[in-house]
């Protein structure tokens, strides 16, 4: 069974930081491209970041752009969102969804992917809030 259980979230004034966990569980951890993803109320799905585990390839919006870093640590299948110069407007509710990719697509193309639901597999989401 596929299991992405995210961690890590909670309550920071803004310009600090907090590190967010995509765990992941019942598949080849290797073969995936896992992002990132964030809703905030009354808003739309914004994809932020997603790695390719295979080859480390990255993709940012530019909404985080030189603020935030995806890496993975293939040994414990888990994915990590290094968040610092948090603003108010990153508070939401960030999720992590996986998309097989197999070395046969980019970090890019695998965000389009997942931001177009071609993904069953997503985590339950972990709450940020940005204080002013």
């Known amino acids: 069974e596929v299991q992405l259980v995210e961690s890590g979230g909670g309550l920071v004034q803004a310009g600090g930081s907090l590190r967010l966990s995509c765990r992941t569980s019942g598949f080849t951890f290797n073969d995936y491209a896992i992002g990132w993803f964030r809703q905030a109320p009354g808003k739309e799905r914004e994809g932020v970041s997603c790695?390719?585990?295979?080859?480390?390839?990255?993709y940012y919006s530019d909404s985080v752009k030189g603020r935030f870093t995806i890496s993975s640590d293939n040994a414990k299948s888990t994915v990590y969102l290094q968040m610092n110069g948090l603003k108010s407007e990153d508070t939401a509710v960030y999720y992590c969804?996986?998309?097989?990719?197999?070395?046969?697509?980019?970090?890019?193309?695998?965000?389009?992917?997942?931001?177009?639901?071609?993904?069953?597999?997503w985590g339950p989401g972990t709450q940020v809030t940005v204080s002013s």
């Open positions: 969804a996986a998309i097989e990719s197999g070395g046969r697509i980019t970090a890019v193309q695998a965000m389009e992917h997942m931001s177009e639901s071609d993904t069953d597999y």
């Open positions: 790695v390719t585990t295979g080859d480390g390839g990255t």
